[in-house]
């Protein structure tokens, strides 16, 4: 059974704030199934939970989703947008909880994305310090070199510092098209577009097909599914999160 901090779950319920409750248990006035508790103490949804010899009504647990979708080209990764464009949770319309999206992919890139409503989850993955993997399948043109590889490969100044170093493998190649895959561990603004840009290369299609040990597979564009058991523990672990 999960088992949660006892000031979260006083706090979740709407009785007080946090910092209250934590004041509330250090002063002794917090009881769980009739016994004095301290700050660092969990217990779990079913449990007695009293303030003062009043019962609070424990929050119900809350339902973690965590999706996957096949982001088409033409729509932004907002919630909602002024200006009345195309946006992603437009293709979520069947999901029942309040998801959010999980970093960004701009209008014109297409591809892997992530939702969920387990904030704790998201700010894991984008976290700088994770370092978490995302590789992206990068149309260019018209040819590449081996010196715009390697500059590529050992990272290049955008926004007035260095990326980190990346892995980029020709894929396909032919007169004025080149296809790539670029593998990068930071999730800056546009970084795949950027850093092509600074080696002089146009993209002409970038589409992100990993994150992490997450593969978009065979899923069709503007389709979505949940994640499996399986894909969330390895997520996890890719994130050094205990599952």
Sequence with gaps: MEKIRIQKMIADSGCCSRRKAEELITQGRVKVNGRHVKL????????LITIDGERIALPRKKTFRYIML???????????????????????????ERVYPVGRLDRNSEG?????????????IMHPSRHVSKTYRVTVRPGISDDQLVALAE????????TLPATVVVKEKEEGRVVLLITIKEGRNRQIRKM??????EVARLRRISV???????????RWRDLTAEELRAIRNAIGKEN
């Excluded at 096949?70 to 029942?96: A, W």
């Excluded at 990272?155 to 260095?162: A, F, L, S, T, W």
């Excluded at 092509?196 to 290369?201: F, N, R, S």
Aim: net charge negative; with cysteine; charged share 35%.
């Design 40 to 47: 660092g103490d969990k217990c779990g949804y079913k449990d």
């Design 212 to 222: 992490g040990p997450l593969k978009l597979g065979m899923l069709k564009p503007g």
């Design 155 to 162: 990272g290049v100044e955008i926004d007035g510092r260095k």
């Design 112 to 124: 892997l994305l992530l939702f969920t409503n387990d904030g704790e989850f998201a700010n894991s």
């Design 196 to 201: 092509c840009e600074a080696v002089g290369l």
């Design 70 to 96: 096949n982001k088409p080209r033409g729509y932004v990764t907002t919630v909602s947008d002024e200006l009345e464009r195309r946006c992603v949770m437009d293709l979520l319309d069947e999901v029942e």
